[in-house]
């Protein structure tokens, strides 16, 4: 593992080495866990450093992740094969709204950082009517993030949206092969489109909507049944997350993104302005109810919009951790 000696010394600053150890002073032997990630966005960067920087073993979680699309990122953790779900909104209130168990315990991003790129000859929002957009599938948080965009100009059903099924490599291939006007994509697919031509319309996080874009979640089940681990996942989460902001970070935080995203540093860098602001505003990460409560108006499933938000979403563990 990577531990270049300025984080271990941000990380003595924040107070997050002492990790767990044994009664008799030897170190604990790590609990394995796996936590599944639906798709390569800087969004799951308190994940991808918090494993990087050896932060998980420091509460004796030896945390191994693994990405994979939604549906089958919720069935992994549902059936047990992984134990950490870490996907957007949509994903864990269908998935509950379905019969399932998950809840939220932590938020990735309480606002949507994606943003809708177009083609050059489109300058405005309204340049869009009776053309076609690009997302990945019908539900996910990029799906809702593009209807709350559109709905707030006044667009929804007079914009096609159409569904490429191959997550953001397979909308960005639509919007280059011409056959969507633009298509709505994160961080830090988000420079690959501006390094072909394409540019900015909409940017989620200024529109200010609230959306929970991403959260980590488990099953009621599994946290009744392993607490301690669950909380152990959640220190070192934490302690990642209080990192991310920290100047004397960056280097790895960027080099971190690059590595799991797959793309060079000049990239990566952009991911990283564009997460700074979340990771900078929010010290302790909980789930937003109004960011859970618009998820449930834009969901598919027609029980969405009676369900209660707090139904889905537990802070009260990540708000004692954080004390």
């Known amino acids: ?53 050896a ?39 269908d998935a509950d709204l379905g019969g399932d168990h998950l809840v939220l315990l932590a938020a990735l991003s309480n606002y949507p950082v ?43 059903g007079k914009v096609q949206v159409v569904t490429t099924g191959g997550g953001i490599p397979g909308i960005i291939a639509a919007v280059e092969r011409g056959l969507a006007a633009g298509g709505t994509v994160s961080p830090p697919s988000t420079a690959i489109l501006a390094a072909r031509g394409y540019h900015e319309l909409v940017n989620g996080v200024v529109l200010g909507v609230p959306l929970l874009q991403a959260g980590i979640s488990v099953e009621r089940p599994y946290l009744e049944a392993h607490r301690e681990t669950v ?40 991911a990283y302005r564009a997460f700074l602001p ?14 859970v409560a618009n998820e449930l108006a834009y969901d598919l499933n027609p029980g969405a919009r009676a369900a209660d938000p707090g139904r889905f979403v537990d802070n009260s563990v990540i708000e004692r951790l954080a004390r």
């Open 114 to 156: 994606f943003s809708l790129y177009v083609a050059p000859d489109i300058r405005t929002p309204q340049d869009l009517a009776g053309k076609k957009v690009a997302v990945d599938k019908p539900g996910t948080s990029i799906y809702m993030a593009t209807r709350i965009m559109l709905t707030h100009y006044g667009l929804w």
């Open 231 to 270: 909380e152990n996942v959640l220190r070192g989460f934490l302690a990642a997350w209080r990192m991310l902001p920290t100047p004397a970070a960056k280097p790895a935080v960027v080099r971190a993104i690059q590595h799991y995203t797959r793309v060079d540093a000049a990239k990566a860098d952009v």
């Open 1 to 53: 593992m990577r531990r270049p000696a300025v984080l271990v010394a941000t990380a003595l600053a924040v107070g997050i080495l002492g990790g767990a150890g044994s009664a008799g002073g030897q170190p604990a032997r790590p609990v394995p866990v796996t936590a599944v990630y639906s798709v390569p966005s800087a969004v799951f960067t308190p994940l991808f450093v918090g494993v990087d920087e």
């Open 278 to 291: 979340i990771w900078a505003g929010s010290p302790v990460p909980t789930v937003r109810r109004e960011a």
């Open 55 to 93: 932060l998980f073993r420091k509460y004796g979680i030896d945390l191994t992740l693994r990405m994979a699309n939604g549906a089958a990122a919720v069935a992994a953790v549902a059936s047990g094969e992984a134990q950490i779900l870490a996907s957007g909104g949509s994903e864990v209130v």
